[in-house]
């Protein structure tokens, strides 16, 4: 989370140092060398097209340009890994499309040598353009996501716990704060994972069916989600019939961490059960939009009441959904 935001929430003081990512040495050293090799035989490659091929003993290209533009290619992704180098953890998609790269060539190359299109000394090439930066790529993704994660925890329990600070901090789209809609009824927070989530609709179709009746038994609806507050957005739940509800932009996700609702891990987001449910959703006609906000946080329903927190149902896979009516049952019988 940024300092400033902590800040301003009060949850540290204005003086506090910066936290810095601690990445390992190493990390930096095999982006620099990555950059470096890939710069010189990009180079190589495009002043001279031909003597790879002679070296390995092959025809040379009728078409040199297309070589050419390969090695220039390889010679951008070399400043991309340099730039990569000063901060792994934060420019990790570089690395992850680096690799996949270094993935993808070996398969093709793999495919060439079955069909006797390429001779096997040309794997000299393979070998130190896309094999030996597997394990280093590798380590340094799982280090990074095992650093977000750890970091987003660390983050969630500062904030957990706060909510009468968010809740009186973030306001509607008119201007209202939580604390302000929930003194006159028990009000229920929906928290949407992303709006192009196949679930998240899914999840508005059934709020929109069940409105009513949640209005009839006295509670007032409020929608957070992680887009940009504006006229998309507004059509966005114009679409399900929801765009009078209060909704509340947290792309910070401030909310979201004050009450405890967590992101999650690759199999709760993209395992069994999110594609058993998410098959017959878009079949369904909820279909699948651009991703808008953190794509891992999961969603979940909120109740609260002058701004206390009476009950939280925090949704544990990408795929899980609540019961609007059964939430209202037990707090009716409860309270």
């Not at 301003?8 to 950059?35: C, E, N, Y």
């Not at 716990?161 to 008119?174: M, V, W």
């Not at 989530?197 to 006295?218: I, K, P, Q, W």
């Amino acid at each position: 989370m940024k300092t400033a935001t902590l800040q301003q929430l009060g949850l540290i003081s204005a003086d506090a140092p910066t936290w810095k990512h601690p990445f390992a040495p190493w990390m930096r050293l095999t982006l620099v060398f990555a950059g470096i090799y890939n710069i010189l035989w990009g180079a190589f490659v495009v002043l001279f097209p031909y003597t790879l091929f002679e070296w390995c003993g092959m025809e040379a290209p009728n078409y040199p340009e297309l070589w050419q533009c390969i090695g220039m290619i390889v010679g951008v992704y070399g400043i991309g890994y340099w730039a990569a180098a000063s901060n792994p953890y934060k420019h990790w998609a570089i690395v992850l499309v680096g690799l996949l790269g270094k993935v993808l060539g070996p398969l093709g190359f793999a495919k060439a040598l079955i069909e006797a299109r390429f001779p096997l000394s040309f794997g000299a090439n393979i070998l130190t353009n896309d094999l030996i930066w597997w394990i280093p790529f590798t380590l340094i993704l799982q280090q990074a996501y095992a650093h977000w994660r750890k970091l987003d925890e660390d983050d969630t329990l500062i904030y957990h716990g706060q909510h009468a600070i968010t809740f009186r901090h973030l306001k509607s789209q008119d201007g209202e704060t939580v604390v302000e809609l929930s003194q006159d009824a028990p009000l229920m927070l929906v928290f949407l994972r992303h709006i192009g989530c196949t679930f998240c609709r899914s999840m508005l179709h059934d709020l929109r069916d069940n409105l009513a009746y949640l209005e009839s038994v006295g509670f007032t609806v409020a929608l957070v989600h992680m887009s940009d507050e504006n006229d998309e957005t507004h059509a966005f739940f114009e679409h399900f019939g929801l765009e009078e509800l209060p909704r509340f932009s947290d792309k910070e996700r401030v909310l979201y961490k004050s009450v405890g609702l967590r992101r999650g891990n690759l199999h709760q987001l993209f395992g069994w059960e999110s594609f058993a449910k998410g098959i017959p959703a878009i079949l369904d006609g909820h279909g699948i939009g651009a991703l808008e906000g953190d794509g891992f946080q999961l969603s979940g329903v909120v109740v609260l009441h002058k701004g206390i927190i009476l009950k939280v149902d925090a949704h544990v896979n990408a795929s899980d959904s609540t019961d609007f009516i059964e939430i209202t049952k037990v707090f009716i019988h409860e309270h």
